[in-house]
Each structure stands twice: as structure tokens, then as C-alpha cells.
């Protein structure tokens, strides 16, 4: 059910890759909701990914743009402002990459030449774009930026690398940017920290199924989708959220706010009541 809450918008958002990806269920919503969109990503993301296929379907623009190019930011925003004929309303940022992780490169064995990439991809490239964004004066006021982020910025989960490193500068960047940009144009900017969710990246972590079963047992409300996390996204850039700024806003279905729930527990005792655990306990180590 649509509810017109960005009729007459206009916005940019990155990262959409396929129909699993967060930011392409984002751009349909904000279709459905009366939004015109700019589709963008790298231009061999666009060659190798199924962008064609949302473009046509949403009738939106695509313009390539590598995120960590200052220059490619600049073609990108010039070119959408010439489109839409002047300012935008939204962008979203749905972009995270980490060689490390890709490689399953352990924390403390790290590969520092890639942990740079992960951080320019993951986090700076936010920066980037809002600074951009904000010398080309290419949003108007009361316009809002959101980007995706993840409860490993706060506390630690096995596995997630230095994705997490990149994620805490990710929401310390929309703080420090959103007072700036929200004092000088009223211009909001946000992260959302969504449950873990089966995109392209996030199935590239090690261990990501266990962690999404243990985050449903956990969360009172289950994990919260992709779907569901572009519903919450589509508010964020409405007219309804005009005084949020500067927040990590969770998105988990209650899990930010657990230490164990009941679930988590009867599974974690089952594991405790397992014979070839009590006898072999070496065989379960305890990560």
C-alpha cells in the first residue's frame, strides 16, 4: 500500500546491485511512494549486476560512479541536477566492501592495503559524497541523506572484520556531518542499523547463517528484512522525520536491546546438554 509520502521527490540512491540488494527494494519503494530516482554504482557493478532490469521497471535514470572518486561524485550530482532540473530531496548510501572479508583474512592477521580499500569503500566514501553533495549546494533544504549501517559498529560480532571499524566511522561521519549540514541547509543525515540480511555482501561473511539464526532467536520480533528495511528508509526521507538528525536509528526487530531471550537460551542449553560436548569439549571450542 502506497501512501504518496514522496510524491514530487527526487533523490540518488547507491548501491543497488540485484533484487536482493537493500538499496534496489529502497528504489522501488520510493517509486511506489511517488519518488523519481537516479540509479547509481560503480560501471562494472552496472555491467555485471541487473540494474537494467530495476531502471526499466521504476523508469529511473543510471549513472555510473565509482563512490570513492571525488570526480565521479562530482559528474554524478551534475548530472542529476541537470535531469531533475535543479536540487534533489534524498540520497541513500548502500555501499560496503571488504577485501578481508571476502578473503576470510582473520582481524588480527589483517592485510592493512585492504583494510584501507575497506575503509575508502565503506565509509569515506560517505564523506565524499556529502561533502559533494553539499558544495554543489545539490540538496535542497529539509532534504535527508540516510545511510545502512550495523550493530558491529557498537559492539563486537565474531567474524564481521573491519567492517565493523568501518561502520563506526561511517555513523561518526553522518554526527559530525549532520550537525554541519543541519545547521548551514537543515539538511538531515542518518544511519540505519539493520538486522543482518541475505544481500550479496552480507552472505559473504563467514558464519553469516548461524548469525542470522541466532539474531531471530534473539530479537522479540525477528529479524527485519530488506523489504522492511526500505519501509523505514522511505520515512527517513519523508516530510514526517524532518527533526532527525545525527542518529544510528536500529532496525533489528528489538535484538540492539537484548542480552538473551528465551529462544537463544533453550537452543544454547541443547548445545550444553550434548553428550559428545561433555565428552569431547576440545571438539566444541568456545568462540
Known amino acids: 500500500m502506497a501512501y504518496n509520502l514522496l510524491k514530487g521527490k527526487k533523490g540518488i540512491i547507491f548501491g543497488a546491485l540485484n533484487s536482493n540488494s537493500i538499496a534496489w527494494k529502497v528504489a522501488e519503494k520510493a517509486h511506489e511512494e511517488g519518488a523519481e530516482i537516479v540509479l547509481t554504482n560503480t560501471a562494472l557493478a552496472i555491467r555485471m549486476g541487473e540494474l537494467d532490469e530495476l531502471a526499466q521497471k521504476i523508469g529511473a535514470h543510471m549513472i555510473p560512479a565509482d563512490a570513492t572518486s571525488v570526480a565521479d561524485l562530482e559528474n554524478l550530482f551534475s548530472k542529476t541536477m541537470e535531469i531533475f532540473g535543479g536540487q534533489i530531496d534524498f540520497v541513500l548510501h548502500s555501499i560496503g566492501m571488504s577485501p578481508n572479508v571476502r578473503k576470510k ?166 548445545s550444553l546438554e550434548c553428550k559428545e560436548c561433555k565428552e569431547n569439549p576440545l571438539n566444541h571450542p568456545d568462540e
Open 105 to 270: 583474512i582473520p582481524y588480527d592477521d589483517i592485510n592493512y592495503d585492504f583494510f584501507s580499500k575497506t575503509l575508502d569503500i565503506s565509509a569515506l566514501s560517505f564523506h565524499k559524497m556529502i561533502q559533494v553533495a553539499k558544495k554543489m549546494d545539490a540538496i535542497k533544504e529539509w532534504g535527508s541523506i540516510v545511510a545502512l549501517s550495523y550493530i558491529a559498529a557498537q559492539r563486537t560480532l565474531y567474524e564481521y572484520n573491519d567492517m565493523a571499524d568501518a561502520k563506526a566511522v561511517l555513523e561518526s561521519i553522518a554526527r559530525s556531518f549532520g550537525y554541519i549540514y543541519g545547521r548551514e541547509k537543515h539538511v538531515r543525515i542518518n544511519t540505519i542499523s539493520q538486522s543482518p540480511t541475505p544481500t550479496t555482501a552480507g552472505q559473504g561473511v563467514k558464519g553469516f547463517s548461524a548469525l542470522m539464526d541466532f539474531t531471530e532467536r534473539m530479537a522479540p520480533l525477528g529479524n527485519a528484512s530488506a523489504d522492511e528495511c526500505a519501509d523505514y528508509c522511505i520515512t527517513l526521507f519523508s516530510d514526517l522525520t524532518r527533526k532527525v538528525t545525527m542518529q544510528n536509528l536500529y532496525h533489528d526487530g528489538g535484538f540492539s536491546s537484548m542480552g538473551m531471550s528465551s529462544r537463544a537460551m533453550i537452543q544454547y542449553n541443547k
